[in-house]
């Protein structure tokens, strides 16, 4: 196992309580909220940089002297920035409570009695790494915005904690039990071995997946991100064609002779322009790759008692755990190239809010197991939750109207209109755009009718969903926390209803379905929620 994820138990005991005192962190912690402070600069700037690249040539006034004291301003506001954070922040752990003061304008207090945390989190920031130093982010909700960091403390000090945290929360749950069958009557000598095993056991891991460099390029390669980032750098596409055509007319190459029919052959230009585009999407892939593997490189799954642990990442080490109760849904995801290549993307996901967007891989509430086996992404799926399977199920799909639907009430006037314009005007040219455009509306739409559906196995709820790529989403019955049940005036005379279950993780909705079946369908799940009443939590 890594170095830096295993605790040896040979060690003398760290002490976790620092008492009444309150903790400064360590001098690292400023390069953190430098780092951080930049990157929450950055993401209010990045909507702004377009809008400043349109209205200023940024590329021409760059190497003025101005731009330069703009530069330097920055750096130097950012760096005081980090260091005012560092010095107040506080933290201490005391009397089975974490507390934090943080903030520089907004104070804020935080405390966190170690049985409520649900999820520990032990991050290692590539700078941390030399000097032995993690970020631990205590989760009490199971989202972002109910995170608690502890910035910079010794590496031995944050597995100490979570030790501690995992050790109280389980404690407190054994005891909660214990409780309800003293109010019950129903106490037994199984339930005092219980708390007694709380104390004594100590969970080992096991190891359930694991990635490769070549699963992670696969992954790179089917997921590709890229275009995001391009649409990002729209503004400054002149600048670069402008450089680019610079330094091919110094070589002697001028893209104008290259258009010129009397110069090049047509196939001859077609050709470069296929290589050209080659090399663009090479790139693309590459960059893609690079971005997989600094988020992947050395994955690991595995699992202690009832928790579930992701470790990850190239240069900063990312660790995540779940509880396995607290997973709401199991999502199987299987874009176009991953259907050729049978590969899938697996992710386990728990409460989530829809206040706060965070990105899917870095997310407390998902593991994702990327790039998996068909065969894998089964056998994973079964160690959650036993019994599922995604594949084998006999789908209850939609109703052939949803498609009729969306053509007649979204797409049927704008293709009109289009078409009126093209012939009135004989510009054929428009009136073959607008058919071509609701003639491909109109296999999407097929394609989408073809793959919604939805099983229930009397344990599980099964929804496949998907145009060209297929999703398929498993839940139990019992985590649904609402059931929405929705007919317009014209779904009804058809006996058609759409149905939206409400998890923690989110809502699903199957839309189109028979009245009768949906009616069924809610009916049994409430009860499931009803009659069972488990704590999932």
């Known amino acids: 196992m890594d170095q830096t994820h295993q605790v040896k138990q040979d060690t003398v005991p760290v002490k976790v309580e620092t008492g009444d005192d309150w903790q400064r962190l360590s001098l690292i912690a400023i390069v953190y909220f430098t780092i951080r402070n930049i990157a929450h600069a950055a993401q209010g700037l990045i909507y702004v940089i377009p809008a400043l690249a349109i209205t ?19 750096l130097l506001l950012t760096s005081m920035s980090g260091v005012i954070s560092f010095l ?58 109910e995170e608690a960091k502890i910035v910079a403390v010794p590496l031995a000090y944050a597995h100490a904690l979570r030790k501690r945290v995992l050790y109280e929360k389980a404690h407190q749950d054994t005891q909660d039990i214990l409780d309800n069958e003293s109010e019950n009557g129903t106490t037994s000598s199984d339930s005092a071995t219980r708390l007694q095993n709380v104390t004594t056991h100590e969970p080992q891991e096991e190891i359930l997946n694991r990635r490769s460099v070549g699963d992670i390029v696969i992954h790179g390669i089917t997921n590709n991100r890229v275009w995001i980032v391009l649409g990002a750098a729209a503004p400054f596409y002149d600048d670069v064609f402008g450089y680019v055509t610079e330094w091919l007319a110094a070589k002697g190459l001028q893209l104008n002779q ?6 090049i052959a047509w196939w001859q230009f077609s050709l470069y322009a296929f290589v050209v585009l080659m090399m663009i999407m090479a790139v693309m892939a590459l960059l893609s790759v690079g971005g997989a593997l600094f988020t992947f490189y050395g994955y690991t799954l595995s699992r202690a008692d009832d928790r579930y642990i992701r470790r990850s990442g190239l240069l900063n080490k990312l660790e995540v755990s779940m509880r396995a109760s607290r997973i709401q849904m199991i999502t199987a995801k299987q874009d176009w190239l991953d259907k050729l290549l049978k590969r899938v993307n697996l992710y386990f996901e728990q409460n989530t809010t829809t206040s706060q967007q965070v990105q899917e891989l870095m997310s407390p509430n998902k593991l994702i197991v990327p790039s998996v086996t068909e065969d894998e992404a089964l056998a994973l799926s079964q160690e959650v939750m036993p019994g599922c399977n995604l594949h084998q199920q006999r789908y209850q799909t939609i109703s052939k109207r949803f498609i009729m639907h969306w053509m007649l009430v979204a797409w049927t006037l704008p293709f009109t209109i289009a078409l009126t314009i093209g012939l009135v005007t004989n510009h054929t040219d428009i009136a073959l755009l607008a058919l071509s455009a609701f003639t491909g509306i109109g296999i999407l739409l097929t394609l989408r009718w073809w793959r919604w559906g939805i099983a229930f196995d009397q344990k599980y709820v099964y929804v496949r969903r998907g145009r060209i790529g297929v999703d398929y989403l498993c839940f139990e019955p019992y985590k649904v926390q609402q059931i929405i049940i929705k007919q317009s005036v014209f779904m009804k005379r058809r006996k058609l209803a759409s149905l939206k279950v409400v998890l923690a993780s989110g809502a699903v909705t199957i839309p189109f379905l028979p009245e009768d079946y949906v009616y069924r369908l809610a009916n049994a799940v409430l009860f499931e929620v009803e009659s069972t009443r488990r704590s999932w939590m």
Not at 56 to 74: C, M, Q
Not at 258 to 263: G, S
Request: charged content about 20%.
């Open 56 to 74: 200023f040539n940024i590329v021409d006034n760059i190497n003025s002297p101005e731009a330069y004291l703009g530069i330097v301003a920055v």
């Open 88 to 145: 107040m922040y506080r933290f201490r752990v005391h009397n089975q409570h974490v507390e934090i003061h943080n903030g520089v304008f907004q104070r804020r207090y935080t405390n966190l009695p170690l049985w409520r945390i649900q999820n520990v989190k032990i991050e290692l920031p590539f700078y941390y790494r030399p000097f032995g130093y993690a970020l631990v982010v205590l989760d009490t909700a199971g989202s972002g915005k």
């Open 258 to 263: 290259l258009v010129d029919e009397q110069a």
